[in-house]
């Protein structure tokens, strides 16, 4: 069966729909991959059985094809060999709306949840897996309608935008409102809309490129990834690398955020474990808890490693903060004496030790 075998659906002037649903159970993979190929290129793909159920409804907007996949898990893989020369020069965009996914491309790896949107190129080797069923949505463009260079094309690929930034925020449901409606959009109209698509997507590959050529870290994005560390500070497997890949960035970036403070992502992640377990010994409620337990509650694995950096950053041990002979009974829990609101409004003010003033913030931690 090749591509022009493929039986379509007509559900409008302009769109399109493939469908297993009628296709004999032992010729649905074969359907199926040569159904995505002619959506987006032609690509090998790996399903669990020929039993497969997917759908895929394709509109023209102006310069752009839209389409909505659903399907059941499938792996898919775009080789060289598959890669024609001077054809298929398309680069997606996708929005996941249902299930997850991994992509690589250019060397990276990335995870897509949903809601996240990610870039990636038919020009050059692909491999995406989507381990459940699945739903996105997609906008197919030419590359050369974005004007971006060969190398900058390579570095906006497999880095997912979240929903919750300014630009996933904006561009999620507007991608979602015109692959759904691009059916239907009059002719007169659908030119003007495929360029407005075309600006914004130009304007989100503008700001990724511009994280990755280590330009002044957002603030923002660092309080983002300071209140993603709060939140899992016991987890005794929170590294540098664990914290890049579940918030997309690359570990370079991450640690240039740091930089800023002049402090390494793990000198952070042990401060503010230091922290809170400097506050739990000096609180009553904890008082039949052992100093082990409270280490581990706020992720050291080894008790002898969390005395000596208590020690090292303190000036004395953990048992000896815990007397308040030693301590002394009007010395505060937390590093800078930072009031903390009553524990029943569920959540606590808190500065960060020994920052620059101009560095410091406020957080709220449930």
């Not at 739990?280 to 409270?294: F, K, M, S, Y």
Request: glycine letters at 6%; hydrophobic letters at 35%; charged letters at 25%.
């Amino acid at each position: 069966m090749s591509p022009s075998s493929l039986t379509q659906e007509p559900r409008q002037l302009s769109d399109t729909l493939y469908t297993t649903d009628s296709v004999p159970t032992h010729h649905r993979g074969t359907y199926w991959r040569e159904a995505l190929s002619r959506t987006f290129a032609a690509v090998d793909i790996a399903v669990p059985d020929e039993a497969y159920s997917g759908t895929i409804r394709t509109s023209r907007l102006g310069h752009l094809q839209v389409a909505t996949v659903d399907g059941d898990p499938m792996r898919v893989c775009r080789t060289p060999g598959l890669i024609g020369r001077g054809e298929d020069e398309q680069l997606v965009v996708t929005l996941l709306v249902r299930g997850v996914a991994t992509f690589e491309q250019d060397a990276r790896e990335a995870g897509l949840r949903p809601g996240e949107i990610i870039f990636y190129d038919m020009t050059r080797p692909i491999q995406m897996e989507f381990p459940h069923a699945f739903q996105m949505k997609s906008i197919i463009l030419p590359r050369r309608l974005l004007g971006l260079r060969e190398a900058d094309l390579q570095r906006i690929t497999a880095t997912p935008l979240r929903p919750d930034t300014t630009m996933g925020s904006l561009l999620s449901p507007f991608l979602t409102r015109v692959v759904d409606t691009a059916a239907t959009c009059p002719s007169n109209t659908s030119g003007v809309l495929a360029s407005n698509v075309i600006d914004l997507l130009a304007m989100l590959a503008e700001e990724r490129l511009r994280q990755e050529a280590g330009d002044t870290p957002s603030v923002t994005r660092l309080l983002e990834i300071q209140t993603f560390i709060d939140r899992h500070l016991a987890d005794p497997d929170l590294t540098p690398e664990a914290i890049a890949r579940a918030n997309h960035i690359s570990v370079r970036y991450l640690h240039k955020l740091f930089q800023t403070d002049d402090i390494t992502v793990s000198q952070w992640i042990q401060r503010r474990r230091l922290e809170e377990c400097r506050r739990d010994l000096a609180r009553w409620e904890a008082a039949g808890l052992t100093i082990a337990t409270v280490a581990r509650k706020w992720g050291f694995t080894s008790a002898s490693h969390f005395s000596r950096s208590f020690r090292a950053v303190y000036g004395m041990s953990p048992a000896e903060w815990r007397d308040p002979g030693v301590r002394g009974p009007g010395t505060p829990s937390s590093p800078h004496g930072a009031s903390r609101v009553s524990e029943d409004s569920g959540a606590r003010p808190r500065r960060h030790a020994n920052l620059p003033p101009a560095r410091r913030h406020v957080q709220l931690v449930g």
